[in-house]
């Protein structure tokens, strides 16, 4: 299973799927002969008797069929209303060789997509990975004109687009709705270009919501099993209304098709990037300086609080508006400006979209107690250097183990320090881990470093000796592990 983009690249061929049937048969169960007997006595074959079915009124059946034709015109009226506004957009490469798909899915230079329009004066929302790199960027309308933009401004953290097409004229532009306001089990429509194919129109329901899947930075998908193919990206997601409430941008797929998992933008986010984007040239997002998890069951058990409600702060950055406001570590946040938080990416989501200098309240659970602290968004700075992906070197001298754990490690210089951006004297570097052992189920991988366990800093590989022969090993402990991905609290089973 794989996440992929859903813009078509390059040429696709026809894909045929077998379905293979099979069939359950109930056999006899064999029973114990009496004793004294050799008869052999077989139960009788069990069978299931479907429910008479209930015979409707001619006006019954008149009522049903009704109801589909009402939904099929609805259907029908909505794609008449939006498909004006729906585009084609071609990537086009000074070399068309270079048009394909990656190995994994993804795009590669070039290539067709969707867009819709959003102002009548030409501007286009679609997706960044639609119009990324240095090819041309062109137009077609739904009516058959074609256009070369002269616009193209991208958000890569939320693969979000915004193109200008010039001198166009008589352009039908959607209507913008509310992706709040929409909910799991409702009907919606996607329009795009799939495998090239323009102006199709598919149905289904919105499956989930927030959801994150590892595509962009800044995500908070809706996910929708309509179909949505290669070519569909950019394209946009209506409610039964013909309001535009979100942009088609990825398929969970093992075929490279359609599987009915597709996520799509949630239209609030998008067109609260595209204001950005036209108004300053960039998306001018604000930030508190915390890392943060989900409470699952484990942390919920440790931290004695119900699991799924509010996120833990595992990091705040120093001189942080989260730290001037006095956020710690270990604290649980509940609400953010009076908005109940629990998912990661919709928590983000909020402090991205905050007003920049503007007092928020955030309501936090400390040991137990409730607390309200007044914190004021900076504006987000750029991201320091990172190591790339390289390895850490564990190749040191100090260092201990613990078997009962699976786990060794070691203290760490001022280079890998830099990587992780603490401090040389905070937390020990694991060094290795037995496979199997009990760190290596709960995730613990070498080249992270255990700054805390059970709420107790680590400052030193003889401290962590000491409080690891103080701690009783038959319960479980909490450690607060920092790695290149950020903080994190790990649980370790008993």
Same mark, same amino acid.
């Given at each position: 299973m794989r996440i992929a983009r859903s813009t078509r690249m390059g040429c696709i061929a026809c894909m045929v799927t077998a379905f293979l049937l099979s069939t359950v048969a109930i056999g006899h169960a064999s029973t114990v002969p009496e004793v004294g007997t050799t008869k052999n006595t077989l139960t009788p074959s069990v069978t299931f008797t479907a429910p008479p079915l209930k015979n409707l009124t001619d006006s019954e059946v008149k009522n049903a069929i009704q109801s589909a034709k009402n939904l099929s015109q609805a259907f029908r009226h909505i794609s008449n209303q939006l498909l004006p506004s729906v585009v084609a957009i071609e990537n086009r490469t000074e070399n068309p060789r270079t048009t394909g798909q990656t190995p994994n899915g993804m795009p590669s230079r070039g290539g067709v997509g969707s867009g819709v329009i959003i102002d009548p004066s030409g501007w286009i929302m679609t997706n960044n990975h639609v119009v990324a790199g240095a090819g041309s960027i062109v137009v077609r309308l739904h009516d058959g004109r074609e256009f070369m933009a002269e616009q193209v401004m991208t958000d890569p953290k939320t693969d979000i687009a915004i193109v200008r097409i010039p001198n166009a004229k008589n352009l039908t532009a959607a209507k913008i709705g509310n992706s709040n306001g929409s909910y799991v089990g409702d009907w919606v429509l996607a329009l795009g270009q799939p495998f090239g194919l323009e102006s199709t129109v598919t149905a289904g329901i919105i499956s989930a919501k927030g959801r994150g899947i590892g595509l962009s930075d800044s995500e908070n998908h809706i996910q929708t099993d309509?179909?949505?193919?290669?070519?569909?990206?950019? !394209?946009?997601? *209506?409610?039964?209304?013909?309001?535009?409430?979100?942009? @088609?941008?990825? /398929?969970?797929?093992? =075929?490279?098709?359609?599987?009915?998992? !597709?996520?799509? *933008?949630?239209?609030?986010?998008?067109?609260?990037?595209? @204001?950005?984007? /036209?108004?300053?040239? =960039?998306?001018?997002r604000a930030f508190l300086g915390v890392g943060i998890q989900p409470i699952t069951q484990k942390l919920a058990d440790h931290f004695n609080v119900p699991p799924k409600q509010g996120l833990l702060i595992t990091h705040v950055l120093p001189e942080s508006p989260a730290a001037n406001a006095g956020v710690r570590t270990g604290d649980i946040l509940l609400k953010f400006a009076e908005a109940r938080v629990s998912a990661p990416n919709e928590f983000q989501t909020f402090v991205e979209r905050a007003k920049i200098g503007q007092t928020y309240q955030l309501t936090i659970n400390r040991n137990g107690t409730l607390q309200n602290l007044n914190c004021v968004p900076q504006s987000q700075p750029n991201r320091p250097d990172e190591s790339g992906g390289k390895q850490i070197n564990t190749s040191h001298s100090n260092r201990t183990s613990s078997g009962r754990l699976g786990i060794r490690v070691g203290d760490f210089d001022s280079t890998v320090a830099r990587k992780m951006g603490i401090d040389a004297s905070e937390g020990v570097l694991i060094l290795a881990i037995q496979p199997g052992g009990q760190a290596h189920r709960a995730g613990l991988v070498p080249g992270m470093i255990l700054t805390e366990v059970n709420h107790n800093k680590i400052e030193s590989l003889s401290q962590f000796n000491q409080l690891m022969s103080e701690l009783n090993l038959d319960e479980s402990l909490l450690f607060l592990t920092k790695s290149q991905n950020g903080s994190q609290f790990v649980v370790i089973d008993s």
């Open positions: 309509a179909a949505i193919n290669p070519g569909n990206s950019g !394209g946009p997601m *209506v409610n039964l209304d013909g309001e535009v409430i979100g942009i @088609n941008t990825a /398929i969970s797929s093992s =075929s490279g098709g359609s599987d009915g998992v !597709g996520f799509a *933008v949630p239209i609030n986010l998008a067109n609260w990037v595209a @204001n950005q984007l /036209i108004d300053h040239g =960039s998306v001018q």
